[in-house]
Structures are given as structure tokens and as C-alpha cells.
């Protein structure tokens, strides 16, 4: 749970800068949209060694595999409602004086936050998934390491519970994401 948590903080630290420079600037768009669809094309799994060749062993490699992977549905989640901010409401904001800051601030983050926090609720559900890909390839000692062990011995049973419980991490960071919408739309 911690390279998930770490690769999501890692993931969602710059997911969300590049999204908002994507959405809000054309040229940055042409010049990084191509890149970033690019880099959904290679599979984790093998982007697992390259890691620990180029960063070592440990939490660090693994969170950044995690953060690869929740990159993606926040970025596109983030460009998504950034974009279809009524354009009305910025223009009005716009001759009402309001600045840069009080603009993102105030109205675009708001506006947007729902799209974010889907971006963030799916991003969390792939960082388990990242983990345990990781720690297939890299080792540790997480449910992914023991889903390796489980493999060789033939641990059927041992398999389908760690299985149910990665399940239940992924379910159980849905609904804490989930929750935080809600408690944000109450405001």
C-alpha cells in the first residue's frame, strides 16, 4: 500500500501542473499530448526492469511504476474538465477584474474538481495495480511478492485471498476518493 500511495502522490503532483498547462495552452498541447498518448502504448510490466536498472531495488522504483500508471486518468481527467468550463462564466470573471490566481482558484478548480477527482478515483484503483506488478518484477514485500510466492508454490487458496484483498484495497481507495467528492459537492 505505500509504493501505491507514494506513486499516486508522485502521479497526481504532476499529472495535475502538466494538465492544467495542456488545457490551458495550445502549444504546450501539440507539443506533449502526442507523448503522453505515446507513453500509454508501453506496458508496466515491462517497464518494470528498465526501472530497476535505472533507480535500484526498493519503494522508490516501485512508486514510480505506480505513478505511471495513475498519470494517465488524471492528466486526461484533469484536460477534460479544465476544457469544458463554461465559457461564460470565465469571461464574466474575466471583466470582473479577477487575476490568474483567483481565477484557477476560485472558479477553474472548483468548476473542474469533479473531472479531477474521477481522475483520482480511477489513478488510485491502477496504483494497486502498479504495486503488485512491481513487486512481481522488482520484489518487495507487499501482496505482489506474495502473489509470486503463492504462484510457485501452487497456493490456490492463498492466491484467490490475496486476490480478494487487492481487490478490497482497490474498492476501499474508490470509496475514501469517493467520499471526498461527496463531502466536496456538500460545500
Known amino acids: 500500500m505505500w ?19 495542456i488545457a490551458r495552452s495550445e502549444i504546450a498541447a501539440a507539443a506533449l499530448q502526442p507523448y503522453v498518448a505515446a507513453s500509454q502504448a508501453m506496458p508496466a510490466v515491462a517497464l518494470a526492469p528498465l526501472l530497476a ?6 519503494l522508490l522504483p516501485i512508486a514510480v511504476l505506480c505513478a505511471l500508471l495513475v498519470f494517465f486518468p488524471i492528466l486526461v481527467n484533469t484536460v477534460l ?22 481565477m484557477l482558484w476560485y ?3 472548483p468548476l473542474a474538481l469533479p473531472s479531477v477527482l474521477a481522475g483520482v478515483r480511477n489513478g488510485l484503483t ?23 510466492v503463492q504462484r510457485q508454490e501452487a ?14 484495497l482497490a474498492a476501499v481507495s474508490y470509496g475514501v476518493v469517493r467520499l471526498v467528492e461527496r463531502l466536496v459537492q456538500r460545500d
Open 107 to 109: 472558479i477553474e478548480l
Open 81 to 102: 474538465g479544465l476544457r469544458s468550463l463554461d465559457p461564460d462564466v470565465m469571461g464574466a470573471a474575466r471583466v470582473d477584474g479577477v487575476g490568474w490566481w483567483g
Open 53 to 58: 536498472l535505472w533507480i535500484g531495488y526498493g
Open 126 to 148: 491502477l496504483s494497486i495495480t502498479g504495486a503488485v506488478v512491481g513487486e512481481f518484477v522488482m520484489g518487495g514485500d507487499g501482496l505482489g511478492q506474495l502473489l509470486s
Open 3 to 21: 509504493e501505491a500511495l507514494a506513486g499516486s502522490g508522485i502521479g497526481i503532483g504532476v499529472a495535475l501542473p502538466l494538465g492544467y498547462l
Open 155 to 168: 497456493d490456490t487458496i492463498g492466491l484467490f485471498s490475496t486476490l480478494v484483498m487487492l481487490g478490497l
